[in-house]
């Protein structure tokens, strides 16, 4: 596609649920970015993959979030267990190198 | 660590006026990208201008300029002949050249309204 993709568009769980949420990159993008918007915290950045790995995941916020990057394209975030305060619109971002972002239309979670 | 600071929540201006949003960063580095990033309601984020530090001249994307100071760690949005469509959350973001295993840095953004 033309842009960077999420799915779902908008997700409500109850509390204690797993939820997968799926980024897809522009095409030929090696990096891929992840951030949390909320109204208290603002815009956090979460993890960052160059190709597939990611040399730095203490941006995460606890362990029961995880993130793979597999074939160089599509990422996944996957929160485990979730809590109330993972509330929060999750924005995924692609960039050809280390310069100007795209970003996707978010997901928004809805934790009950 | 860096930080981004946005001292205006909120503004609001008539349309055709020209307006500007502040933006403080602080950092060590000496190499940096600094951005202007707008989100409508829609939720799309979308780049309005970037500067790279080590450049002197101040960048410009039509009626949208900036006012770089590097010294003074300073990076404002001018937007001159408001329109209706440039309402929006505007945030100042900051990212290294080079290095590291980070994102952008974000402010906590401006709610800029154009009244008609």
């Known amino acids: 596609g033309a842009g960077v993709s999420q799915s779902p568009s908008n997700k409500v769980t109850e509390k204690g649920k797993d939820v997968e949420l799926r980024c897809d990159p522009i095409s030929g993008h090696t990096a891929l970015y992840w951030y949390r918007q909320s109204l208290g915290q603002g815009l956090e950045f979460l993890i960052y993959?160059?190709?597939?790995?990611?040399?730095?995941k203490s941006g995460l916020p606890s362990d029961r979030f995880s993130a793979e990057r597999t074939g160089g394209s599509v990422s996944t975030l996957t929160i485990q267990r979730t809590q109330q305060e993972d509330s929060a619109v999750y924005l995924c971002?692609?960039?050809?190198?280390?310069?100007?972002?795209?970003f996707g239309p978010g997901t928004r979670l809805t934790v009950l | 660590a860096q930080t981004v600071t946005q001292s205006q929540p909120e503004m609001s201006v008539q349309e055709a006026e020209t307006v500007t949003l502040s933006c403080t960063y602080d950092?060590?580095?000496?190499?940096?990208?600094l951005f202007w990033y707008k989100q409508p309601p829609s939720r799309q984020m979308i780049l309005v201008i970037r500067?790279?530090?080590?450049?002197?001249q101040n960048a410009t994307e039509n009626r949208f300029s900036v006012n770089f100071q590097k010294a003074a760690k300073s990076f404002s949005l001018k937007i001159s002949d408001s329109q209706l469509g440039d309402t929006a959350m505007y945030f100042c973001?900051?990212?290294?050249?080079?290095?590291?295993?980070?994102?952008?840095?974000f402010g906590k953004g401006t709610h800029l309204i154009i009244q008609p």
């Open positions: 993959f160059q190709g597939n790995s990611a040399p730095d």
């Open positions: 973001a900051f990212m290294k050249l080079r290095g590291g295993a980070d994102g952008l840095t």
């Open positions: 971002a692609s960039s050809l190198m280390r310069d100007e972002q795209f």
């Open positions: 950092t060590s580095e000496n190499n940096y990208y």
């Open positions: 500067q790279e530090a080590y450049k002197q």
